[in-house]
């Protein structure tokens, strides 16, 4: 081809009647100011030109656009803007053809419908995921989405912001063809189809959409009860009805107000906090190291520990041996892990076809010296010291030269374990989070000796698990079990001081916890609680103030869920609050002398969040975490903190350090002991500095 004019990151090749417009951004082609920029002129010189009769936009690279470039979120915006650009692809008399490739997500995928059509190149996947990132689609989505499909689809897909794959995007109408091949030779024979008219085309706005006002009426209320913490969803409803009303243009400017609104939102700041959270954990100082290869790992324990973690790897296409003592705990573990591949199967994890295949994988045995040719080994057996010694000292015999050895413990001192063997560079932690072929937080615990490569491959196994890995340093329960143990203490404070359990579950939800904190203490089980009390009452200092009540609720049997009763009473159907416990809570007070006091549901969640914001500065401070955004991660993706809170040290800087100091000191009146002012906390309110910064610094 002739003619050739560069405009990077976009570039037009014209021939004859055909131009093709290259988006060349990498890694995953957002449109940023350059791209929009590059876009929009590219677009009207090809029309200035006169010559072509067809437009063809692909792009280079793994993926078609992948969206707005959210790193310009939160920044003035500059033009041009995208729908503007977008406008101007829709009202070219020039038919346009999209040729995509990879994902088309968000403004991607948007730019599609404002094409005269759209080509997916097998292995496709659309989507317009901008909810789950506090915005709306405010490219067009809104209004040309269900203009091509109707009304009910794109509102599911607008609404969950998941993603479709090409077949049914073709199905959907999204998609006017399914193609393969290069983007580039797919667009070269898109174009010859246009001029051939074999590739119709048409113009999005030009489609007329019947109104549904019991449809939409219907997901109003659905939100209104499953989301009523979310700005961004109840947006994206209106927008989709005002788009059965308006006519485009005023649609458009209908939805870019609505975009403007959700982008004044800290939920948008805090759900694009989390985006990054999860890619930027990744970053550790053993990155450039060459992990080590695992195909074939051994898991010890068939508990529902163990069993997650081999369901987990066997999703992830390794090979598993799972080592149990007695064959009945071996047969329980393998019904665990069957049941779980089944529940995989049935919630679409997992085809139906591989489901033998992947169970094949699994080798059960009841020796250790099976473990002789893994590649890596995490014992998941129960949590005391002597035994896990006991087992780290048989693998160091067993286990070939050069396998990682790790441990799942969720508080011991993994030094302690490594010397057990004489291949301390070998030994670390992966404390997986229950169910652990769900939860995706996996903590990377490093010790004193362990090697940079076995570090690296502890990382490399994460991402293979499509888990989110965290690097945590050795402690009393690493970053989230030590956070969770100091702040929980705070929900047991207030509780005898006047609040109930009730209330302050409630106050927690409405903050946007799935459940309270004594909801979750009676699912996970309110023995592992108390056994961990008991472990530490014998190091726990004289000025600690203690409370009993959890004691006394276990003493009874009564474990929670598991047990029927707990802090609430289980029946079939219903949870109520369990009585007896306040009678426990009434005799603690009366014999401690505590008058109860009345909270108001936000002082509940200033205390509780202050508890936690101040031992996760500690965890910061200390080392234990490399950041402050590792902390937001491990509570994103393992403790259920409110996503588009963005993680408890996000959440922090919407307070301000010198807002956290004060309430410190306040709360220190009634307890010094509890309520210590961390050192870096005080440093970062005199210096007026925020735990982003110290993101950026570190
Ligand atoms: C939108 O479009 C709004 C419009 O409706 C309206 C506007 C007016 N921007 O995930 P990866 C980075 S909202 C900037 O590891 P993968 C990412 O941080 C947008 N950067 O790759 C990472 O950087 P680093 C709607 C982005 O292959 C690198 O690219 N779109 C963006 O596993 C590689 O990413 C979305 O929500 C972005 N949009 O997955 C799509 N996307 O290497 C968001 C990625 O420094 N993106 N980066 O850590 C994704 O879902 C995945 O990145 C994708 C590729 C599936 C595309």
Redesign the pocket.
């Known amino acids: 081809m002739t003619d050739s004019t560069k405009a990077a990151p976009v570039t037009i090749e014209a021939e004859g009647e055909v131009a093709l417009i290259r988006i060349d951004n990498p890694?995953?082609n957002?449109?940023s100011q350059a791209v929009r920029q590059a876009l929009k002129s590219s677009v009207e010189q090809v029309l200035a030109d006169r010559k072509a009769r067809v437009i063809v936009v692909y792009c280079a690279g793994?993926?078609f656009v992948?969206?707005?470039?959210?790193?310009e979120f939160g920044k003035p915006p500059q033009e041009p803007?995208?729908?503007d650009v977008y406008n101007v692809i829709e009202q070219s008399p020039v038919p346009v053809v999209a040729v995509m490739h990879?994902?088309a997500?968000?403004?991607?995928l948007?730019l599609g419908l404002a094409s005269h059509a759209r080509v997916g190149i097998e292995g496709l996947r659309v989507g317009?995921?901008?909810v789950?990132?506090g915005?709306?689609?405010?490219?067009g989505?809104t209004q040309r989405l269900p203009r091509l499909t109707g009304l009910k689809p794109a509102l599911d897909i607008i609404v969950s912001g998941r993603q479709v794959a090409a077949q049914e995007a073709l199905d959907l109408g999204i998609i006017d063809r399914l193609d393969s091949g290069d983007p580039r030779e797919v667009a070269v024979r898109m174009a010859a189809e246009v001029l051939g008219g074999t590739l119709p085309t048409r113009r999005t706005d030009q489609i007329d959409l019947a109104p549904d006002p019991d449809l939409i009426r219907a997901e109003a209320e659905r939100l209104a009860k499953t989301a009523p913490n979310l700005f961004a969803p109840h947006r994206c409803v209106e927008c989709v009805e005002a788009a059965t009303r308006l006519p485009m243009a005023e649609g458009l400017k209908f939805e870019r107000q609505k975009?403007r609104d959700c982008m004044d939102t800290p939920q948008r700041a805090g759900l694009i906090h989390a985006?990054?959270a999860e890619?930027?954990v990744?970053n550790v100082p053993e990155k450039s190291e060459t992990p080590r290869e695992v195909t074939k790992i051994g898991v010890i324990g068939g508990g529902t520990m163990g069993s997650g973690i081999a369901t987990s790897a066997l999703l992830a296409g390794l090979e598993v041996t799972l080592i149990e003592v007695q064959q009945d705990g071996l047969d329980r573990g393998i019904s665990t892990i069957t049941g779980n591949i089944d529940g995989a199967v049935k919630r679409g994890k997992l085809k139906a076809n591989k489901r033998d295949q992947t169970l094949g994988r699994l080798t059960p045995s009841l020796e250790m010296e099976s473990l002789a040719d893994a590649d890596l080994v995490i014992e998941a057996v129960f949590e005391d010291m002597g035994v896990k010694k006991d087992i780290f000292g048989k693998l160091d015999g067993i286990c070939k030269q050069g396998a990682v050895l790790a441990s799942n413990t969720s508080y011991l001192d993994v030094n302690e374990i490594a010397q057990a063997t004489s291949r301390p560079e070998d030994v670390l932690g992966l404390h997986f989070f229950s169910p652990a072929h769900v939860m995706r937080l996996l903590e990377v615990v490093v010790a004193d000796k362990t090697a940079p490569e076995v570090v690296a491959t502890g990382f490399a196994l994460g991402k293979k698990l499509k888990k989110v890995a965290v690097r945590a340093g050795v402690c009393d329960g690493f970053i989230g079990n030590r956070i969770l143990a100091h702040y929980r203490k705070s929900a047991d404070y207030m509780m005898l001081d006047g609040a109930s359990p009730q209330q302050i579950d409630a106050a927690l939800e409405e903050f946007g916890f799935a459940m309270g904190p004594f909801k979750v203490g009676d699912l996970a089980g309110l023995d592992i609680g108390w056994a961990s009390r008991k472990r530490k009452a014998p190091t726990r200092p004289a000025e600690e103030r203690y409370v009993e009540v959890s004691d006394r609720v276990c003493e009874q049997g009564w474990y929670g869920r598991k047990t029927g009763k707990g802090f609430y009473v289980y029946e079939v159907k219903e949870i109520s609050p369990n009585p007896e416990v306040e009678k426990f809570i009434e005799a603690e007070r009366e014999e401690k002398g505590i008058t109860p006091r009345s909270f108001t549901d936000q002082e509940i969640i200033d205390r509780y969040m202050t508890a936690m914001i101040a031992e996760a500065t500690r965890v910061v401070e200390d080392g234990t975490a490399l950041r402050p955004v590792d902390v937001d991660a491990v509570f994103l993706f393992g403790y259920g903190f409110p996503r588009f809170r963005g993680g408890p040290l996000h959440y922090a800087d919407r307070i301000g350090a010198a807002e956290l100091v004060k309430r410190i000191e306040t709360y220190a009146q009634e307890d010094a002991h509890y309520w210590q002012v961390p050192e870096l906390l005080r440093q970062m309110a005199q210096d007026g500095r925020t735990f982003d910064d110290l993101n950026k610094e570190r």
Do not use: S
């Open positions: 890694p995953v957002a449109t793994r993926t992948a969206g707005a470039d959210i790193r803007h995208l729908p990879g994902t997500l968000g403004g991607g948007e317009l995921p901008e789950t990132l915005v709306l689609p405010g490219a989505g975009f985006f990054f890619r930027a990744a």
